[in-house]
């Protein structure tokens, strides 16, 4: 009886895995000729990936991060600070924005970055600066508002932390952190 119902099982198995086959045996036998032929010029065919998980994330560049604490570029507030404004990055732009799930990504103003981390604007604001000076975030003009004012958004270097596809960098962000400060200078890896 268990020999029987391992056999069935084993055919159920196999059937279920015949019904799920995209190529036949001729075309899975052209595509391995394919891959071959790729994998000999180094390139490679891959299968396209679907997104399964939304979850928002960003991602640390490891080697720099520790070379930032190590060497002392970075000061524990400053540490802190970057720890708190993480939930702020929008994705693919590295901007602080006020809603990360929103389509459209509104920059926040330093006051407003200061209201949702609950500091002081003066705190805020001067550990802004200071992360400006290193290298670490930037202040770029993003408009004009209705008062002929500069309008600036907040954004962070990809090469320290960053929210997107490490292998497909916005090519703005790349040009706002083109320049180095000394303190970036040796940073062990670079993204842009």
């Known amino acids: 009886m268990e020999k029987a119902l391992r056999t069935a099982e084993k055919k159920a198995r196999i059937r279920d895995i015949e019904n799920q086959k995209i190529l036949s045996n001729e075309e899975l036998h052209l595509a391995n000729e394919l891959q071959a032929k790729a994998n000999a010029g180094k390139m490679k065919l891959v299968p ?16 720099n ?11 524990n507030e400053e540490i802190m600070f970057l ?8 994705f693919r732009s590295n901007c602080l924005v006020k809603d990360v799930k929103s389509k459209e990504h509104i920059p926040m103003t330093q006051t407003e ?4 981390l609950k500091m002081s604007r003066t705190n805020a604001n001067r550990l802004i ?14 408009g004009r508002d209705g008062l002929n004012a500069k309008m600036y958004a907040l954004y962070i270097n990809p ?21 180095r400060s000394k303190e970036l200078k040796n940073l062990p890896v670079r993204l842009t």
């Open 48 to 63: 396209e990936r679907k997104v399964k998980n939304k979850a928002k994330f960003v991602q640390i560049i490891q080697e």
């Open 129 to 142: 600066k200071q992360l400006i000076d290193k290298g670490v975030m930037g202040k770029f003009e993003s």
């Open 83 to 90: 720890n708190k404004i993480l939930g702020f990055i929008g």
């Open 159 to 179: 090469n320290i932390i960053l929210c997107g596809d490490r292998d497909n960098i916005n090519e703005t962000l790349q040009t706002m952190f083109k320049k």
């Open 65 to 75: 991060w520790l070379y930032l604490i190590q060497n002392e570029v970075l000061k």
């Open 113 to 116: 970055l200061a209201e949702v």
